[in-house]
């Protein structure tokens, strides 16, 4: 099995609104990451998990907060989020074996709009 | 980071051989050079990695210059499943840990025509 699920597919929030975006994986890959994509530019990195623990956060505000429960699943809980937060959400994966040459393996994504 | 330039936009037909060039003239020792494609939909997609020499797999070839400074991506026999973004990526390590980013540059848009 070498997909990367995120759920849900499709959410639109309002800016007080609370919500969260799961991704999951079953690779047994121990390096889990964030990007955020804005329509026709290339996806950025938001932040990385390696072995459950936070080691990259690109400078993201706080109105997003990552957490990895466990080694298969990453979640962003969303909170007071901006109208130009509405991007495509990307969950990647990685061995993370400590080469440089590990691909990552993506989901298809969450498309989120906040009105 | 090291950065690649591509051209905006490659045009192909299907079942044709395309050649995808990238650039990067700053690329460090140790970086390798890899390519992910980006399908309409869909999140970015693994295709190839190298570091120095050419490189062969079930979905493309990868042909490194001999100073590195630049790449092609081969697609032997284009069809229309592969019209997509294809990005080039130098994979540089991050400070102080075995994780590491991928920065996507702004990627060459392939059409592939029937």
């Known amino acids: 099995d070498t997909e990367v699920t995120q759920t849900p597919k499709h959410l639109v929030m309002g800016m007080t609104n609370k919500k969260s975006l799961k991704c999951e994986q079953h690779?047994?890959?121990?390096?889990m990451y964030w990007y955020k994509q804005k329509a026709k530019k290339p996806p950025e990195l938001m932040f990385v998990?390696?072995?459950?623990?936070?080691?990259i956060n690109e400078s993201v505000p706080s109105r997003f907060s990552p957490e990895c429960p466990n080694s298969s699943l990453l979640n962003l809980h969303l909170h007071a989020l901006q109208p130009e937060d509405s991007a495509l959400y990307l969950c990647?994966?990685?061995?993370?074996?400590?080469?440089?040459?590990?691909?990552?393996?993506f989901g298809p994504g969450t498309r989120l709009t906040v009105t | 980071d090291a950065k690649t330039t591509q051209p905006n936009s490659m045009e192909s037909n299907e079942e044709e051989p395309v050649h995808l060039p990238c650039n990067h003239s700053?690329?460090?020792?140790?970086?390798?050079i890899h390519w992910y494609r980006q399908l309409p939909s869909q999140g970015p997609e693994y295709v190839i990695h190298g570091l120095t020499s050419n490189v062969n797999n079930r979905m493309a070839s990868l042909a490194i210059a001999e100073d590195r400074k630049s790449s092609t991506l081969i697609l032997h026999r284009a069809t229309l499943r592969d019209a997509a973004v294809y990005y080039c990526i130098l994979r540089a390590p991050t400070v102080g840990g075995s994780n590491y980013k991928l920065t996507f540059g702004k990627g060459t848009l392939l059409t592939v025509n029937p």
């Open positions: 990647a994966s990685s061995q993370d074996k400590g080469r440089s040459r590990d691909e990552q393996y």
């Open positions: 690779m047994g890959h121990r390096a």
């Open positions: 700053t690329i460090s020792g140790t970086d390798y």
């Open positions: 998990y390696s072995y459950e623990k936070l080691s």
